[in-house]
C-alpha cells in the first residue's frame, strides 16, 4: 500500500524548484466528531475564533486597479467595503454607517470618489474618514464627538490577490501566506482580469464545499466524463499556517479507467487544444501529458510569450493552493480559478460558494484559456468589461460547468447524512490528505487560548 500522496507518479522525476515536495507532515488518523458540520453553537465560534482572527481572501487586485475603484465583500453576518485610495494604498471599511447602521453600498463593485450614506447623506472620503454630515447644526456638538467615520479593518495584497482580517493581532500576510505565497507570484495574478463570477448559495456546511474541492479521490464516482483525461493520484503537499497545494494531473488517465494508454475522446480534446492533432499523435495516453507540456512550452516560444519559469506539472495540470481558512486558487499560467465558501449568517446547513475565473489575455493566434474551463464564445476575454456576478439561490443550478454542477447536487446529500446520528464521522484516506490538515489547523484555532 501506498500512504505517501507525495510519491505518486505525477512528477516524480521533475528537478524544476516549483515541483520540490515540501517536507511530510502527519496529521494522525483520529475520526473528528461530525457535529462541526451542523452544530449552530460550532458554527458561532467557527465564527468568532477563525473567520474574525484570520486574513480572508476577498478577490483579485484588478477590481480595485485604480483609485475610487471598490469591491463589496460579503462573509457571515459581516459586510466590508475594499477600496483602492488616492496614493494607491488599500483601505477596508465595515459596509455600515456609523449614524444608523445603515449599509453604504449595495452593488457588487464600483468607482467614486467617496461614498455617501443612501439614508441621510452622511459622507465619507475613501480612507473612511467623515467628511459630511447632514444638518450638523442640529445635533449637539456632544454627540459628534462621538467617532463618527467609518469603521475600518487590516487590507493588504499579495500574488495579485486583497486579504482583509477583521483582528488586530494578525500576522503579516506575507508570513501568514508563507511558503505558497512566492509559488502563487510565478502565475502573475496581478495581470489577470475577471472573465465569469458566479456566487451560488448551497444547502451544506461551508466545510463540505472546502472538503469537495481538497480532494480528487471522488472523480470516478461524480464526474464519470473527466476520467479519460484526469487523473486521482495527484502530488499533494501541506504547508505551515493551513495551506497546501495539489498537482491534479490533466492529460493523463485516472486510475480507474479501463484503457490507461489508447488516445480516448479526453486526451484528444487536450492535445488538440494544445495545438496536437490527435489523429497524428503517436504516443500513449501515457505519453500525452509530457506532449503537451513540450507543445505548450514550443507555441509560447512561437508567440513570444515566457514560459521558461514554470514547470510541465504547471502547463499541464490544475495546480491547486488552499489558502486556510477558507479558500481555494486553481492556477494555471493564463488563468486562474478562484474559490470562496462563506459560511451562512444563521445556518450552518447553508453556505454561499463564490467562483471567480481570471484570464491574462494575450491577442495572439492559439493562445487561450484552459479547455477545461469552459469559457465559451459568448465570454469577453479582452479585459474591457467587468462581468457582473451571477447569483443564483438554493437549488438552483449555479450554471458553474458540468463538474461544479454536479457537486452542488451532491453536497446537499452529503450534509443530510452528516446530519444523522448513523454518521460517526469522516474517515479520511492519504487522498483526502489536505482535508485532515485544513481540519487539524481548524480545530488548533477552535481550541481555547491560555490567558
Same mark, same amino acid.
Given at each position: 500500500m501506498n500512504y505517501d500522496p507525495r510519491g505518486w507518479a505525477v512528477h516524480k522525476d521533475s528537478k524544476h524548484p516549483f515541483d520540490t515536495p515540501a517536507p511530510a507532515i502527519d496529521n494522525g488518523s483520529a475520526r473528528p466528531d461530525p457535529a462541526r458540520y451542523t452544530d449552530p453553537t460550532i458554527a458561532r465560534e467557527e465564527w468568532?475564533?477563525?473567520?474574525?482572527?484570520?486574513?480572508?481572501?476577498?478577490?483579485?487586485? *484588478?477590481?480595485?486597479?485604480?483609485?475610487?475603484?471598490?469591491?463589496r465583500y460579503d462573509i457571515g453576518v459581516e459586510s466590508f467595503?475594499?477600496?483602492?485610495?488616492?496614493?494607491? %494604498?488599500?483601505?477596508?471599511?465595515?459596509? &455600515?454607517?456609523? $449614524?444608523?447602521? *445603515?449599509?453604504?453600498?449595495?452593488?457588487?463593485?464600483? =468607482?467614486? !470618489? =467617496?461614498?455617501?450614506?443612501?439614508?441621510?447623506?452622511?459622507?465619507?472620503?475613501?480612507?473612511?474618514?467623515?467628511?459630511? &454630515?447632514?444638518?450638523?447644526?442640529? +445635533?449637539?456638538?456632544? &454627540?459628534?464627538?462621538?467617532?463618527?467615520?467609518?469603521?475600518s479593518v487590516k487590507v493588504d495584497e499579495a500574488a495579485g490577490l486583497v486579504f482583509i482580517s477583521m483582528s488586530d493581532d494578525v500576522p503579516p500576510l506575507r508570513e501568514y501566506l508563507g511558503e505558497i505565497l512566492p509559488m502563487l507570484e510565478t502565475y502573475e495574478i496581478d495581470q489577470m482580469y475577471v472573465v465569469q463570477h458566479r456566487r451560488s448559495d448551497w444547502a451544506a !456546511?461551508?466545510?463540505?464545499? &472546502?472538503?469537495?474541492?481538497?480532494? *480528487? #479521490?471522488?472523480? @470516478?464516482?461524480?464526474?464519470?466524463?473527466? /476520467? %479519460?483525461?484526469?487523473?486521482?493520484?495527484?502530488?499533494?503537499?501541506? #504547508?505551515?499556517?493551513? /495551506?497546501?497545494?495539489?498537482f491534479v494531473p490533466f492529460?493523463?488517465? !485516472?486510475? $480507474?479507467?479501463?484503457?490507461?494508454?489508447?488516445? !480516448?475522446? %479526453?486526451?484528444?480534446? /487536450?492535445?488538440?487544444?494544445? %495545438?496536437?492533432?490527435?489523429?497524428? +499523435?503517436?504516443?500513449?495516453?501515457?505519453?500525452?501529458?509530457?506532449?503537451?507540456a513540450m507543445a505548450k512550452r514550443e507555441r509560447a516560444r512561437q508567440l513570444g510569450i515566457d514560459y521558461e519559469r514554470f514547470s510541465d506539472a504547471q502547463l499541464t495540470d490544475s495546480t491547486i493552493f488552499g489558502i486556510f481558512p477558507n479558500a481555494q486558487v486553481g492556477c494555471h499560467p493564463e488563468a486562474v480559478f478562484l474559490h470562496r465558501f462563506k459560511p451562512h449568517a444563521d445556518d450552518p446547513n447553508q453556505f454561499t460558494y463564490d467562483t471567480t475565473i481570471l484570464y491574462r489575455h494575450i491577442d495572439v493566434p492559439g493562445y487561450g484559456a484552459p479547455l477545461w474551463m469552459g469559457l465559451g464564445d459568448e465570454v469577453d476575454l479582452s479585459g474591457e468589461t467587468r462581468p457582473d456576478v451571477v447569483h443564483t439561490g438554493l437549488g438552483e443550478p449555479p450554471g458553474m460547468g458540468e463538474v461544479l454542477d454536479q457537486d452542488s447536487d451532491l453536497l446537499p446529500i452529503v450534509q443530510a447524512g452528516a446530519r444523522s446520528r448513523g454518521f460517526r464521522g469522516p474517515l479520511w484516506g492519504e487522498q483526502e490528505a489536505r482535508?485532515?490538515?485544513? @481540519?487539524?489547523?481548524?480545530?488548533?484555532?477552535?481550541?481555547?487560548?491560555?490567558?
Amino acid at each position: 500500500m501506498n500512504y505517501d500522496p507525495r510519491g505518486w507518479a505525477v512528477h516524480k522525476d521533475s528537478k524544476h524548484p516549483f515541483d520540490t515536495p515540501a517536507p511530510a507532515i502527519d496529521n494522525g488518523s483520529a475520526r473528528p466528531d461530525p457535529a462541526r458540520y451542523t452544530d449552530p453553537t460550532i458554527a458561532r465560534e467557527e465564527w468568532e475564533k477563525v473567520f474574525t482572527k484570520t486574513w480572508l481572501m476577498v478577490g483579485p487586485v *484588478s477590481d480595485v486597479r485604480e483609485p475610487g475603484d471598490w469591491m463589496r465583500y460579503d462573509i457571515g453576518v459581516e459586510s466590508f467595503i475594499i477600496v483602492r485610495k488616492a496614493d494607491g %494604498g488599500l483601505a477596508a471599511h465595515y459596509n &455600515v454607517c456609523p $449614524h444608523r447602521g *445603515s449599509r453604504l453600498v449595495t452593488d457588487d463593485f464600483g =468607482s467614486q !470618489n =467617496s461614498f455617501a450614506c443612501p439614508f441621510h447623506s452622511w459622507k465619507f472620503d475613501l480612507d473612511g474618514t467623515n467628511i459630511e &454630515v447632514t444638518d450638523r447644526d442640529t +445635533f449637539r456638538p456632544e &454627540v459628534l464627538c462621538h467617532d463618527t467615520s467609518l469603521s475600518s479593518v487590516k487590507v493588504d495584497e499579495a500574488a495579485g490577490l486583497v486579504f482583509i482580517s477583521m483582528s488586530d493581532d494578525v500576522p503579516p500576510l506575507r508570513e501568514y501566506l508563507g511558503e505558497i505565497l512566492p509559488m502563487l507570484e510565478t502565475y502573475e495574478i496581478d495581470q489577470m482580469y475577471v472573465v465569469q463570477h458566479r456566487r451560488s448559495d448551497w444547502a451544506a !456546511n461551508w466545510k463540505g464545499g &472546502v472538503d469537495a474541492t481538497y480532494e *480528487s #479521490y471522488h472523480l @470516478h464516482a461524480i464526474h464519470p466524463q473527466t /476520467m %479519460g483525461m484526469l487523473d486521482d493520484r495527484t502530488h499533494i503537499d501541506l #504547508y505551515e499556517n493551513g /495551506m497546501s497545494r495539489q498537482f491534479v494531473p490533466f492529460g493523463q488517465p !485516472n486510475s $480507474h479507467f479501463p484503457d490507461q494508454e489508447g488516445i !480516448n475522446p %479526453g486526451i484528444a480534446l /487536450m492535445l488538440k487544444d494544445a %495545438g496536437l492533432d490527435p489523429d497524428t +499523435f503517436e504516443g500513449s495516453a501515457r505519453e500525452s501529458r509530457s506532449a503537451i507540456a513540450m507543445a505548450k512550452r514550443e507555441r509560447a516560444r512561437q508567440l513570444g510569450i515566457d514560459y521558461e519559469r514554470f514547470s510541465d506539472a504547471q502547463l499541464t495540470d490544475s495546480t491547486i493552493f488552499g489558502i486556510f481558512p477558507n479558500a481555494q486558487v486553481g492556477c494555471h499560467p493564463e488563468a486562474v480559478f478562484l474559490h470562496r465558501f462563506k459560511p451562512h449568517a444563521d445556518d450552518p446547513n447553508q453556505f454561499t460558494y463564490d467562483t471567480t475565473i481570471l484570464y491574462r489575455h494575450i491577442d495572439v493566434p492559439g493562445y487561450g484559456a484552459p479547455l477545461w474551463m469552459g469559457l465559451g464564445d459568448e465570454v469577453d476575454l479582452s479585459g474591457e468589461t467587468r462581468p457582473d456576478v451571477v447569483h443564483t439561490g438554493l437549488g438552483e443550478p449555479p450554471g458553474m460547468g458540468e463538474v461544479l454542477d454536479q457537486d452542488s447536487d451532491l453536497l446537499p446529500i452529503v450534509q443530510a447524512g452528516a446530519r444523522s446520528r448513523g454518521f460517526r464521522g469522516p474517515l479520511w484516506g492519504e487522498q483526502e490528505a489536505r482535508l485532515r490538515h485544513f @481540519h487539524t489547523h481548524l480545530d488548533r484555532w477552535m481550541e481555547p487560548k491560555e490567558g
